[in-house]
């Protein structure tokens, strides 16, 4: 039975990173405009999901570290385009000749 869940886990996790983060690549790439997006909440993801590699690692699961690599590096991919493509910040230039 822990076999089925651990391979019920490893597909749903799959699926959830296949489905969610490749869109949110794509309307970065896209829009090249990452307003909108936390750079704050995915980097913490990232960290999040190294934190599962070092723990799986670390109790040889398999499943864990798997999972968790997939996630790490599509978040490493987000936090990349996000920094990327942030706003640039508008400089304003005042008069002082009057």
Not at 25 to 37: A, E, I
Not at 43 to 54: E, G, H, P, R, S
Not at 55 to 75: E, F, L, N
Request: glycine fraction near 4%; proline fraction near 2%.
């Amino acid at each position: 039975m822990e076999h089925v869940i651990e391979i019920l886990v490893l597909i749903s996790s799959v699926i959830l990173k296949c489905v969610g983060m490749p869109h949110q690549v794509r309307k970065l790439y896209k829009t090249k405009n990452s307003q909108g997006f936390s750079l704050f909440y995915y980097a913490m993801l990232d960290l999040t999901y190294l934190f599962w590699i070092v723990h799986g690692i670390y109790k040889h699961d398999w499943t864990i570290i798997s999972t968790s690599i997939i996630g790490a590096i599509a978040t490493a991919v987000i936090v990349f385009l996000i920094i990327k493509y942030r706003p640039k910040e508008k400089v304003l230039i005042v008069n002082s000749y009057s």
